[in-house]
């Protein structure tokens, strides 16, 4: 092989990566979210290892995530997750929403490239009761006109819910309504049924074999774009397409796999520049697609799956402190709000924290894992609104209830801003930098140093 042909390979390896990383990580997520027994306690499988699950079965989740949920990265302590795996191949599927009652919800509807393509709920639709039809293809849709239809653009989708839960005492009402949306077939039957996921649960990003036999299964029942698949027929010189026998691929094309994907992943690590200025940045942009931005969906497939568009959400993040240092829990930090300047939401704002290696929540001695505009025990002054983050408490007893805390090392927070104002969609909202005020008193390193690792 020729140094050009070899470069050649590299280089479509790295672009097959790109292009097909979001189907990998949808296939692992659903692997790790389908439930292996249905409303009767059926096993989908006969064994803990089966790759078995069913689809077109809401899961309710019924506790306010914390530290030892570990299904999904970045997840918010906001609100209660209504989800299920759509497979739309054989038959539309009939989604009935209750009448929220002024309540804020969102059902985002994500295709198997991860675009947001749709999404129910208080912005789109509203609060009222509803029924949509969820369809895949060229379907005879029924003359009903109580039904909303909803084109999918693959057969196989992601619908992942949020509702709005104001504190432990709200959480009885909450569930109570996630019991009324209901899923079923045309024929008012129960839509479940049992699939082959593909994976194992704990399927890992770093095979390469493996990854070629979940991404051309993806490919096969989910068939890019018309105006991608001369595109996508280029990978299959690196074991990448609908058609390919990943059991087959030689050692050569699994080195060139294994290589991309080492390289893609290093790729989608790296720290983002803190483009909105004070340490913060905006990792997802998309509305409803991505479009050709391949970089871009990757990024958030690996960082952020299941993020809705930034018109439902803005998820604002800072890994940096205002002058570029990572943020490190044996230091604090302050940012302050003026009076004027709070978050615009027009649903609600809130900040989180999460272990920088994890992508968790932060385990702490009170149990306080955000921040947000409907936290009782938030302090204003005259000044504003300033938090506090740090691994140890705040000496001064008065600013603890303002304190958000983090772990004993690298963190990350976010910023979420659902149904953001103009003011942050079109990028005027000033974020409040995040200052350095000390280290850790306990600690052993100065203000002047910092991790880079």
Not at 68 to 94: A, C, I, K, M
Not at 100 to 121: C, H, K, M, Q
Not at 259 to 273: H, K, N, R, T
Not at 337 to 361: E, N, R, V
């Amino acid at each position: 092989m020729s140094c050009s042909t070899s470069e050649n390979i590299t280089a479509l390896a790295r672009d097959a990566v790109l292009y097909t990383l979001p189907l990998f990580e949808m296939t692992r997520m659903r692997a790790a979210m389908c439930p292996r027994r249905d409303d009767s306690g059926q096993f989908a499988g006969d064994s803990p290892d089966s790759t078995l699950g069913w689809v077109n079965q809401l899961v309710r989740g019924r506790q306010l995530l914390g530290p030892r949920n570990r299904e999904v990265v970045t997840p918010n302590n906001d609100t209660l997750y209504l989800s299920t795996w759509l497979e739309l191949g054989d038959e539309p599927l009939v989604l009935e929403v209750p009448d929220t009652a002024g309540r804020y919800y969102v059902l985002g509807l994500l295709d198997f490239y991860t675009n947001p393509f749709e999404s129910i709920g208080t912005r789109t639709t509203g609060n009222g009761a509803r029924r949509f039809l969820l369809h895949h293809g060229e379907v005879a849709l029924p003359a009903d006109d109580d039904l909303t239809p909803i084109a999918c653009p693959t057969r196989d989708v992601w619908l992942i819910g949020r509702i709005l839960v104001d504190g432990m005492d709200d959480l009885a009402a909450v569930h109570a309504l996630q019991d009324r949306f209901v899923l079923k077939t045309l024929g008012d039957q129960p839509a479940q049924r049992r699939v082959d996921v593909g994976v194992t649960r704990r399927a890992a990003l770093g095979d390469a074999r493996l990854y070629a036999a979940a991404v051309n299964a993806a490919l096969l029942r989910n068939p890019p774009p018309a105006a991608e698949s001369a595109l996508v027929a280029q990978y299959a010189a690196v074991g990448i397409g609908a058609d390919i026998d990943a059991s087959a691929l030689e050692a050569p094309t699994l080195a060139a796999l294994g290589s991309a994907l080492d390289q893609v992943i290093g790729e989608l690590g790296v720290p983002q520049p803190s483009a909105l200025g004070g340490g913060w940045f905006l990792p997802v942009e998309v509305r409803a697609s991505f479009g050709d931005d391949y970089l871009a969906r990757a990024h958030v497939s690996r960082n952020y799956i299941g993020a809705l568009g930034i018109e439902e959400a803005m998820y604002v993040t800072a890994d940096c402190d205002s002058e570029g240092r990572p943020l490190d829990g044996r230091y604090s930090y302050e940012l302050s709000f003026p009076p004027d300047g709070l978050p615009q939401a027009q649903a609600f704002w809130s900040i989180t924290m999460y272990d920088k290696t994890s992508c968790m929540l932060v385990d702490n001695v009170i149990d306080r894992y955000s921040i947000g505009d409907r936290s009782p025990q938030l302090r204003y002054d005259k000044h504003g609104l300033s938090l506090r983050l740090s691994a140890a408490p705040p000496a001064d007893a008065s600013t603890q209830s303002n304190w958000l805390p983090a772990p004993d090392g690298l963190f990350y927070i976010m910023l979420r801003i659902y149904i953001p104002s103009a003011a942050h969609l079109e990028q005027r909202f000033h974020y409040p930098p995040i200052r350095r005020v000390q280290p850790h008193e306990n600690g052993v390193r100065t203000d002047q140093s910092s991790m880079a690792s």
